[in-house]
């Protein structure tokens, strides 16, 4: 699908029940070759149909699918929730096979994508934000795609630039608004900014049972895994197999490496499962005042209020406490150490991604929904609103 156009299809919104997430993709040859999916199926061949006429026009195409009640032979989702999918065309010199380069060996880098704007002409163009440069001045942060204009004024080239380079910081993909001179306070322009980020990482400190399972669980939700701990006897590869990396070190040191080498972020997991104030006390010092996703500790109540009790005589604020999540995980009634793996990720995923962590069923309103923590900041708030 390399050498000649292809149709893109991209979600840039979503609303109620929606099947997929805001940056799902279909690709659409003009051979009639498809990979990806934008609806898990409800509304593909519809989405085929416009990804044939816009290979065809080449103008690019916002179309928004919801529920057809009234209609049982109209397209729509039958899960009751709305996308809203743009479909541009896409062509060998457009810049986007650097930005699926980068993607493959790791690297951070956005593309926003404008849907609206007063200047008919403008919708489409697309601005490269690389995560590397995320550091730079803001006029050397981005460059626009190679087949495209420079996204217009500078003043709108400034502000979606920061914009994405805000989401990348923490991993998410959104639309935002500005004016069409880049003002937060004017609209009259819309872009979608879809990011690619290196995985999360999930930092385990203490190499005990529970971390073996912890782990592989992690691993398996693609997180990149780390342990660490002190004792080399237990800190061995072959204990496990599923860690990206086993590193011999006192964890709150190695934290403190990590965190000057640049290599914690936003996004970053960290649990501590020695539950021994030796390593937990100076270890939960430090990760409690990084601006990570999450940090809990393991251990008995007990052991929790005696931990409170240390940490606050080391200096932690009630603040920085709050943020503390022990005993860590959710009551699943987990006995083993893989259940035990399966309740402190559930309680992961409901801290980044704003659940309950009750069962579906004793909830109401959208079963998906948008992230109310990391994974939300940098997108606007009107548009979290309607997801």
């Known amino acids: ?36 999916s934008v609806s898990g199926g409800c509304v ?16 690019p195409t ?45 690297g951070a880098v956005a593309v926003v994508t404008v849907l609206e704007h007063p200047d008919r002409r403008r919708v489409g163009e697309r601005l490269v934000v690389d995560g590397a440069t995320l550091d730079a001045a803001p006029a050397e942060a981005a460059r626009p795609d190679a087949a495209t204009p420079a996204s217009g004024a500078t003043g709108l080239r400034r502000a979606l630039q920061e914009r994405a380079q805000a989401m990348l910081a923490s991993g998410a993909t959104g639309v935002v608004h500005c004016g069409p001179d880049g003002s937060p306070l004017a609209s009259g322009v819309r872009a979608f900014v879809q990011t690619w980020t290196p995985p999360p990482r999930l930092v385990v400190l203490g190499a005990v049972d529970f971390a073996r399972a912890l782990a592989g669980a992690g691993r398996f939700l693609g997180y990149d895994v780390t342990v660490c701990d002190a004792r080399p006897a ?16 006192w964890p709150h040191r190695y934290l403190d490496a990590e965190v000057a080498a640049g290599r914690i972020d936003a996004r970053t997991v960290v649990c501590v499962l020695t539950h021994d104030a030796r390593f937990d006390v100076p270890t939960l010092t430090r990760a409690l005042r990084l601006p990570v996703a999450y940090v809990g500790a393991m251990g008995s109540r007990r052991t929790h209020r005696e931990r409170l009790e240390q940490l606050r005589a080391a200096g932690l604020t009630s ?17 083993t150490p893989e259940e035990t793996a399966i309740s402190i990720l559930a309680e992961v995923v409901a801290v980044r991604r704003g659940g309950t ?20 900041r940098g997108v606007d708030d009107a548009y979290l609103s309607r997801t």
């Open 1 to 36: 699908m390399q050498d000649s156009p292809v149709a893109l299809a991209t979600v840039v919104g979503t609303s109620g029940s929606a099947p997929r997430q805001a940056g799902a993709t279909m690709v659409v040859a003009g051979d009639g070759r498809i990979a990806g």
């Open 44 to 59: 593909e061949a519809a989405v085929v149909d416009l990804a044939e006429a816009t290979l065809a026009s080449g103008e």
């Open 62 to 106: 916002l179309r928004t699918f919801g529920f057809a009640a009234d209609d049982l032979f109209d397209v729509g989702l039958t899960c009751g929730g709305r996308i809203e999918v743009l479909v541009q065309r896409v062509g060998p010199d457009d810049g986007l096979a650097d930005v699926a380069a980068r993607v493959a060996t790791g």
């Open 234 to 249: 237990f800190t061995t590869a072959d204990r496990f197999p599923d860690a990206h990396r086993v590193v011999v070190d």
């Open 319 to 335: 603040e920085e406490l709050e943020r503390l999540h022990s005993p860590l995980g959710l009551d699943l009634g987990a006995r």
């Open 357 to 376: 962590g009750r069962g579906l069923g004793d909830t109401d309103g959208p079963i998906h929904r948008r992230s109310g923590s990391a994974g939300g």
